[in-house]
């Protein structure tokens, strides 16, 4: 089993900035890859942006390109959202999630933090 914790998230003005993380632990942790999805009120969830566990590679959804940045810290096995430029359309429950593979896809994600909530207020 996989455990993941969020935390960071909280209110802030729009154009204001917050950093997400995410701890892992469970004997058989060994990700692919992992994930950062959001879900606003009434909308489907939604992919922000996936990074290769060794590997380092990301890619980030169009809408959050050049304001957000999806990082790693191995050591600590903490997946981090930096979150920049922040905009109301951005407001929604962020969670993290690993994948045997490198998706953006929801379904390809086996493993689910409980979320963080993001307000981000005009």
């Known amino acids: 089993q996989v455990q993941l914790v969020e935390s960071g998230g909280g209110l802030v003005q729009a154009g204001g900035s917050l950093r997400l993380s995410c701890v892992a632990s469970?004997?058989?942790?060994?990700?692919?890859?992992m994930g950062w999805f959001r879900q606003a009120p009434g909308k489907e969830r939604e992919f922000v942006a996936t990074i290769s566990w060794i590997g380092g590679g990301t890619q980030h959804a169009e809408s959050v390109r050049g304001r957000f940045t999806i990082s790693r810290d191995n050591a600590k096995n903490t997946l981090y959202l930096q979150m920049n430029s922040l905009k109301p359309d951005d407001t929604a429950v962020y969670y993290c999630a690993t994948s045997t593979t490198f998706s953006t896809t929801s379904h390809d994600y086996n493993y689910w933090g409980q979320g963080t909530q993001v307000t981000v207020s005009s």
């Open positions: 469970g004997r058989t942790f060994s990700p692919y890859s």
